[in-house]
């Protein structure tokens, strides 16, 4: 069964910086892309990251480009997203998830919240 | 940016019966390749997102076939008869085709 389990989440003041991990099993997680979606309170789908699945290739959305990192140990078979210089509008559920060479995100984990505040 | 439209926001349907909704996209979901990266999620009350629909009409493993996705190009549509309880929550189109990937913003889906 393949199980996505993220964790890191919390509260943090704007500017300061958070690292979220997602650990994988129940696949070869070597072989799959992998993303970031968050979700802010009440609001829609929205995607952050992606890596491929070697890690020689990594993508963003234009408002974390330069503050987030998405990077990946698969020897650990676990996601990472480093965020820092945190903003308020950051705050959101972010959810990793696979995604596969035919766009689709397939599997997803449980999600951990991020509270930018002061 | 591609920007994906869904319609209805919200819709109210009584058990047994069959809904439709719409997503558009802002440019042709037509890669290069000549596939069309299109696909449905559904979000539960509390829960993860889950795939529904890929590659505009491909069910993922476990999906029922009450559940169906057409559509060519910028125009798709999700079709789900027969309506049981479990099929309530918000219904997302997403497209893989180009970057940055882009969801629409939900269809709200309630039960009767």
């Known amino acids: 069964e393949v199980q996505l389990v993220e964790s890191g989440g919390g509260l943090v003041q704007p500017g300061r910086s958070l690292k979220l991990s997602c650990a994988a099993s129940?696949?070869?997680?070597?072989?799959?892309?992998m993303a970031w979606v968050r979700q802010a309170p009440k609001k829609g789908l929205e995607w952050v990251a992606t890596?491929?699945?070697?890690?020689?290739?990594?993508y963003y959305r234009d408002s974390v480009k330069g503050r987030f990192t998405i990077s990946r140990d698969n020897a650990k078979s676990t996601l990472y997203l480093q965020m820092d210089s945190l903003r308020s509008e950051d705050t959101a559920t972010y959810y990793c998830?696979?995604?596969?060479?035919?766009?689709?995100?397939?599997?997803w984990g449980q999600g951990t919240l991020v509270t930018v505040s002061s | 940016d591609v920007v994906m439209t869904q319609t209805p926001v919200s819709m109210s349907v009584s058990l047994g019966g069959q809904v439709s909704i719409s997503c558009r996209s802002s440019?042709?979901?037509?890669?290069?390749?000549?596939?069309?990266?299109l696909s449905w999620y559904i979000q539960k009350p509390s829960q993860s997102p889950q795939l529904l629909i890929y590659?505009?009409?491909n069910r993922f493993s476990g999906i029922s076939d009450r559940f169906s996705g057409s559509g060519s190009g910028t125009d798709f549509t999700l079709k789900i008869s027969r309506v049981e309880p479990d099929d309530l929550g918000v219904y997302y189109c997403g497209q893989g085709t180009q970057y940055p990937l882009t969801f629409g913003s939900g269809t709200k889906l309630e039960i009767k």
């Open positions: 440019q042709s979901l037509v890669h290069n390749n000549g596939n069309t990266y």
């Open positions: 129940g696949f070869t997680f070597s072989d799959y892309n």
């Open positions: 590659k505009v009409s």
């Open positions: 890596i491929i699945y070697d890690g020689s290739r990594t």
């Open positions: 998830a696979t995604l596969n060479y035919d766009g689709k995100f397939a599997y």
